[in-house]
């Protein structure tokens, strides 16, 4: 993923707050972890994509976890205690990227890149920290220097997001959510699955119906447009496999671990496509930003308006994918394929 300004957040006092709960400090009351109204019998045991193995006398009730993994495991009925990266707009909303949580309901130990609160997040006495990554073995929104105060906390789970099938990683969490207590046979379960499955027969047939229509899917900052590398995004991936005509680089930026091709804006014509699809995070570069770069202006798609956002940052569960789906392909349906040749 494109690089974030980190900020650095200093743990002061997490080994004494550690030994407190070693010695039996009292957890804050919270909601259960799950959505089971009680606790599993025997031992749990988790194996993470990591191969890391967990192993716990019981079954994990107050998980803490990263928004976008928060936003998966709350599809699936799991209930966090509390969420870390992006979950609360500066406005007071909900932001996006956290899904439906329930953000009045969970405790916050971050909201940003490099802010993860150490000391609070073990007063929280967690079970379990469960998290995304992008990049293997590093778990998505927790700082490098609080790596290891935060595994002395609690045993965590990360669940890779690249290099994986779309389905793959949604029935990954999916199964995770089962192993925490929650009924994969419940009804909203159920019914986001089938609505997933609609949606993405509605896009296949729209890419059937329009082949020559070409897509392509950026994200920005002021100094470069970074055009996404199709088989490195999920998502992405998925749509190309169900018939959609994605514009795409040969090969990613070296620099950029993979993900990406960074184009100077100079060059910011290097790529043409019918339709844009822009990352609609709130650290990517605003279309109407984009739209005072010289040759971005000049652009078909853009002269004709039909830029649409790219959910860079959507959860994986099959709701937060039809969502997706469905809008995508309301948008496509009325796009024009003849700008470019």
């Not at 606790?39 to 107050?62: E, F, H, N, V």
């Not at 590093?138 to 994986?164: C, F, H, M, R």
């Not at 091709?261 to 060059?267: A, I, L, M």
Request: net charge negative.
């Amino acid at each position: 993923m494109p690089a974030v300004p980190r900020r650095t957040l200093l743990a002061v006092g997490v080994a004494t707050l550690i030994g407190a709960g070693a010695c039996g400090g009292t957890a804050p009351p919270a909601p259960a972890a799950t959505a089971a109204t009680a606790a599993g019998q025997g031992a749990w045991t988790w194996t993470d994509d990591r191969g890391k193995s967990i192993s716990l006398p019981r079954r994990p009730q107050r998980v803490v976890a990263q928004a976008g993994a928060a936003a998966a495991l709350w599809d699936f009925g799991v209930r966090p205690v509390a969420v870390f990266g992006p979950h609360r707009l500066k406005d007071g909303g909900r932001d996006p990227e956290v899904g439906e949580v329930d953000i009045s309901k969970v405790e916050s130990i971050g909201n940003v890149w490099g802010e993860f609160n150490v000391e609070k997040y073990a007063s929280l006495q967690p079970d379990l920290l469960v998290a995304g990554m992008y990049r293997q073995n590093t778990l998505w929104y927790v700082p490098e220097e609080s790596v290891s105060a935060v595994d002395q906390i609690a045993p965590s789970v990360g669940v890779q997001l690249s290099g994986k099938p779309l389905v793959e990683i949604i029935e990954k969490y999916g199964q995770l959510a089962a192993a925490l207590g929650a009924d994969p046979k419940a009804a909203p379960v159920v019914e986001a699955r089938k609505r997933f499955d609609a949606a993405g027969a509605a896009l296949k047939a729209v890419a059937a119906g329009k082949p020559d229509l070409k897509v392509m899917v950026v994200t920005a900052t002021p100094d470069n447009l970074y055009v996404a590398y199709l088989p490195d995004h999920p998502d992405i991936k998925y749509w190309g496999e169900l018939g959609l005509n994605v514009v795409y680089p040969a090969r990613p930026t070296e620099s950029e671990g993979g993900f990406w091709e960074v184009v100077s804006w100079e060059n910011a014509d290097k790529y043409q496509a019918d339709v844009i699809l822009v990352d609609a995070r709130s650290q990517s570069m605003k279309i109407e930003e984009m739209a005072r770069k010289p040759t971005w202006a000049k652009l078909p798609a853009v002269k004709a308006g039909q830029l649409y956002p790219w959910h860079a940052a959507e959860r994986y569960s099959y709701l937060g994918y039809a969502k997706v789906m469905e809008e995508l392909a309301a948008e496509l349906e009325k796009a024009r394929d003849d700008l470019v040749k």
